[in-house]
């Protein structure tokens, strides 16, 4: 070989290092879209951990199982990390009867929101106020609302193409809605399911009480049963409700995250984490919110392993507990990791639903974000044309309180998820192989590439 | 109001149609967004017309069903187009059994290509060759292939993002290969079924014999199957297939294109096409393939009504007829537009599955498609970030055989695509409500943007 052709050659290969990085996020695709085995495991834990909500029997078993996934798979390190977790429980079956002399009485499917107040065991009646908004509510007054049950009925706004939009819009109702009116008098409030479905499915999902300890019942009604309703007050304003609901908290308990790593070989104290929530709510698989997530964070370990990809940095799959009723997991693993005194390079969470990747949503400022951004080309090719900057993942945010650092979510086609969300729909057949499997590509394909810029920084 | 700020607001308001047209494209997707009118119309097709394949009385069904759809809109013009279309009938279920003197005998998920001969009332027994492409099997020849049943088991190859790369890759074997075989001496064909899924649905489609009548059975096996036959083989080569197949083909049948129209204002004579195919596989409901597109063909017209956007062209939405087997509607339907002298300004086919809209498949050249191209930055805003030239659609395509025109295809997400296309699992439940919509959105803007533009042409 002449020399200088030689050294031609070095410096073509010098000059190519978005080349090989994109051989490297190509075959982490290839493989990707050819595996099954995320998806096997999302059907096991699907099937077996079904309302896995924290301190329930199921999320024991999710934590066992998914730290056995782990364990097989030969990383350096598969552990689990202390979380005292709230520990609400269902009861039994809730029940929603609308009696009405005019009507007769018509049953409603209603479902109990996370830490509601139980109304014992014989139930209660009462009139129905109902509202379209927090601001309707505070405006007609304690006169208006003492001894009724509050019935906030605003569906979802279906203009939004992103339908977080329209979920944003209105769950505030879910949220602090039975909170205000506990305070004006309420005895209980019945809130329409934040869905862009129109089935009689209800949709759970936490509701916030102060701490002073003002609890009533809350529950959300299906939209089926929120228009059956409301058609019935445009008829019948003097209806009553008959609502009963056993759902009770008890002492808290302990629980898990369930972590596992590849150690960097540069820098292994710092911390690349990829994660979602293992918790899932107690009427449903959970298997878009979020088992899916799980499986992909696991996934993305699986991949690096397979491809011999050695990460400069130590890479670790975090399933947090508890991400619905009070983010006990995702703080725990914040306070602990300042605690050790770790290096947090990167944060990215999955947990928007198992659909097909559109992008990340970046949370990062200045050149970070620049330098986050600058990675958008090499996704091109597989449909991922949406680098935004905006929030990160409930479970990974807490680190923010500590660290001064770069986070990423996986942004997914919204379009069907608030269809299933928190409701009993949310199950294993409504996950496409191929969708799983591009979210784990995007999430790893994403931390081989930031694992290279060497721009973050660390705290 | 002073001269000079009057003139100031002309010219502001002169230099602005982008935001006046943009605020038009923000109403189509805000009125497509809210409305059930088209998944509703979807639901009942596929209740009412379910495996409205050509030639059947659920494809006349199905015309009669869209006809009326239209006639209650209040439109310019409603009628049926004459097709003569292929009438090629399944018969009895079909069998497949695997007879192994090792392994013993089981059942194979099975179903008759469209245009396959039957095996008689009796079936027939043979031993089988396994190729993995055409290829293979000519090299292989004659001496290797009479008498045989050729086994084509190449699985479609998921490493493409876009599942139609994959389909494309292998769907040969189900076009070409039953005539290759048969050519070769074969007595029979089994297709590996032509999908991303690994269930044990089998999925059909059209295969092609030549004029000359050299016809034998062609069945598709479901993956599960196919990969249970493959490795059967290994163990035991020498084992036979029983197949029973009695579909056969009856003389032509008279159909229909189903056509709705609005008239143009300024260019009456100039046409619009908007369409999708209203026959689908006699083994579904044909929900996605492609009921859909037929509803959202209508609803374009639903909107532009309720919207009061008057085209400057005629905007025609047409149901095709037998785009399955011989795709004799869209050849009827560009015959007749030529014999007729009129003129076509723009056709656009949705034909991909009715998912989340990814962008547009443009089919035109030049400075046609750079003013298409051009429209892109109004659907930003919408997720659609994929403008590439490429094919439009199977029954709009005829027209470019008489006209000069440009043409489009609806992009969509095509990850779910081929796990349900020509098989049992193509079910209404598998629509989302807001995915179509958006479908409809997409096409409704598309052509009121591009009946703007004025700089298509047209013959």
């Not at 075959?27 to 079904?50: F, H, M, P, R």
Request: proline share 4%; hydrophobic share 40%; glycine share 8%.
């Amino acid at each position: 070989m002449q020399r200088s052709y030689f050294f031609t050659l070095i410096l073509i290969w010098l000059a190519k290092p978005a080349f090989s990085q994109q051989a490297v996020v190509d075959a982490i695709y290839s493989n990707a879209l050819k595996s099954v085995v995320a998806y096997e495991q999302l059907s096991v834990l699907c099937a077996t951990t079904e309302g896995r909500i924290a301190g329930s029997p199921q999320a024991a078993a999710a934590v066992e199982y998914t730290k056995q996934l782990m364990e097989q798979m030969d990383l350096d390190s598969v552990y689990l990390q202390e979380v005292i977790v709230p520990n609400w429980k269902r009861g039994e079956p809730e029940q929603a009867r609308l009696i009405s002399r005019v009507l007769g009485n018509q049953e409603l499917s209603v479902t109990a929101l996370g830490l509601s107040a139980g109304t014992g065991p014989q139930g209660l009646i009462a009139p129905v106020l109902e509202v379209q908004s927090l601001e309707e509510l505070e405006q007609l007054g304690e006169a208006a609302v003492k001894g009724k049950i509050v019935f906030f009925n605003r569906a979802v706004n279906q203009d939004h193409y992103n339908t977080f939009q329209g979920y944003s819009g209105a769950v505030d109702q879910r949220v602090r809605g039975p909170l205000t009116a506990a305070k004006l008098g309420a005895v209980a409030a019945l809130v329409r399911s934040v869905t862009t479905a129109s089935h009689d499915y209800p949709h759970t999902g936490v509701t916030r009480f102060d701490a002073d300890g003002r609890n009533i019942p809350a529950l959300a009604v299906s939209p089926q049963g929120a228009d059956l309703l409301g058609q019935a007050l445009k008829t019948d304003p003097d209806l009553s409700l008959y609502l009963r609901n056993t759902s009770h908290r008890l002492p808290d308990a302990v629980s898990y995250n369930v972590i596992g790593e590849i150690r960097g070989t540069d820098y292994p104290d710092q911390i690349i984490t990829v994660g979602g929530h293992l918790d899932a709510w107690d009427n449903s698989q959970g298997a878009h919110d979020n088992g899916g997530g799980c499986v992909q964070s696991i996934d993305v370990l699986r991949i690096f392993h397979e491809l011999n990809i050695q990460p400069k940095r130590t890479v670790r799959a975090v399933m947090f507990m508890d991400e619905e009723i009070m983010q006990t997991g995702g703080n725990a693993y914040a306070d602990s990791a300042t605690a050790a005194g770790e290096k947090h390079y990167f944060a990215i969470e999955s947990d928007r639903g198992v659909f097909t990747p559109r992008g990340f949503s970046i949370d990062a400022e200045g050149e970070r974000l620049e330098a986050l951004l600058s990675i958008k080309p090499y996704f091109e090719a597989y449909g991922m044309h949406e680098f935004v900057k905006g929030g990160s993942g409930v479970d990974i945010r807490p680190l923010k309180n500590y660290y001064d650092m770069a986070q990423a979510g996986l942004l997914t086609d919204s379009q069907r998820y608030f269809d299933l969300h928190h409701a009993a729909s949310d199950t294993f057949e409504k996950i496409n192989r191929r969708e799983l499997n591009l979210g784990t590509a995007a999430m790893a394909a994403f931390i081989y590439l930031i694992d290279h810029l060497d721009t973050l920084g660390t705290e």
